[in-house]
């Protein structure tokens, strides 16, 4: 049986940037080629980072720096251009290229390669932002002559509608049943409560103010104004916003952080809101093992991300008559296109009452 390659004939599908999209076209990758396929999602395989030690090194973390400071990009999309630069800087090392004189077709392959390793095309496309960006950077510094992927496009994007949580459901998640289980010791009994505090002022703070898992993860408690009602958001690009909470919220958040975050914080100096049983920062992880948690004793979806808060906020306020340029405001977004997509998925609503509710529909 001839391995990946052999066959002259054998075809992949290769990024077509005329097209923004791909085409089968013959495969043509290098000798290891099956070995970059059987790396994880960051690109490298376990344990291994061939960039490290290398001129590149030193000049990825330059460029990262630059994106903190002259950018004000967040640590989370930071780690995100890093580990797409490594991804692709690994790929040019595996396929014996030098990254200064690669040209658009190849790095055109390279999209190919991620396409066919399949990942989703907002990952490729943020993989190709990242790639462009790096290139932008070389080439101010003196590093590179030209932008080779400048004139590259990502692949067409299908619109798929936001996935939110229904009211009723929302209620659910929000009142779940908490465990009333009292056999513990006192100490153990104390942690449980304030877990449960922690966790529940945490849903409700993602459901009320629209809080990406990263904003909620980094706030402090001086940005927490609970009597006058709003959340001072540090956002993308280091942008503040000032976000309503309503009455519920802060009852919620208040009692957390009276009675459940003094035992969480023991004898830490942490300023965060949000903490982990050992008084540190909770971690995005954490957020998102919470929330699956509480999926799971809610009885709902369990595959839905914590972001789904944040789409049934813009929703559920678009959907009871807040305008449009409120609800981006409140968001964060710098572009009010990308709040549009709520809209749609209100008219998607209204459709469905309509054709359910409607005699001839």
């Known amino acids: ?142 590093k590179c002559q030209s932008n080779p992927a400048a004139i590259l496009q990502g692949p067409k994007q299908s619109k798929i509608l936001p996935r939110v949580i229904a009211p009723r459901d929302m209620e659910h998640l929000l009142d779940g049943a908490k465990d009333a289980n009292k056999t513990q010791s006192k100490t153990q009994q104390a942690l449980k409560e304030a877990l449960i505090l922690r966790d529940d002022a945490l849903l409700e703070l993602l459901y009320a103010a629209g809080l990406r898992v990263s904003e909620v993860s980094s706030l402090e408690l001086a940005r927490l104004d609970l009597n006058q009602g709003f959340v001072r958001v540090m956002g993308k690009g280091s942008k503040e916003r000032l976000v309503p909470l309503h009455q519920k919220a802060c009852q919620v958040l208040e009692s957390y952080v009276l009675h459940a975050r003094p035992v969480l914080k023991r004898d830490s100096e942490s300023s965060y809101v949000f903490l982990s049983v050992h008084g540190r ?69 209204l459709k469905e009452v309509h054709h359910q509710s409607h005699p001839r529909g």
């Open 1 to 142: 049986m001839a391995t990946r390659g052999e066959n002259k004939n054998e075809r992949c599908r290769v990024y077509d940037d005329r097209k923004s999209d791909y085409r089968s076209a013959p495969l043509n990758f290098g000798s290891d080629h099956e070995n970059c396929f059987a790396e994880n999602k960051n690109g490298f395989s376990a344990g291994q980072d061939e960039t490290k030690g290398t001129p590149w090194d030193d000049l990825l973390s330059a460029f990262c720096d630059s994106l903190r400071t002259q950018d004000n990009k967040s640590t989370h999309t930071i780690r995100n251009y890093r580990n797409d630069i490594k991804a692709y800087l690994y790929w040019c090392i595996r396929e014996n290229l030098e990254m200064l004189d690669v040209r658009h077709q190849q790095i055109r392959r390279y999209l190919a390669y991620l396409d066919q390793a399949q990942y989703a095309r907002t990952t490729i496309n943020r993989h190709l932002s990242s790639i462009k960006a790096f290139y932008r950077w070389l080439v101010i510094e003196d």
């Open 281 to 349: 920062p909770l971690s995005t992880n954490t957020i998102r093992t919470v929330f699956k948690k509480k999926l799971h004793e809610a009885g709902l979806d369990e595959s839905l991300s914590p972001h789904a808060m944040r789409h049934s906020f813009a929703t559920d306020l678009l959907s009871g008559g807040a305008d449009l340029r409120s609800v981006q405001e409140m968001l964060g977004h710098s572009s009010l296109s990308t709040t549009q997509i709520y809209t749609h998925l209100t008219s998607e609503h």
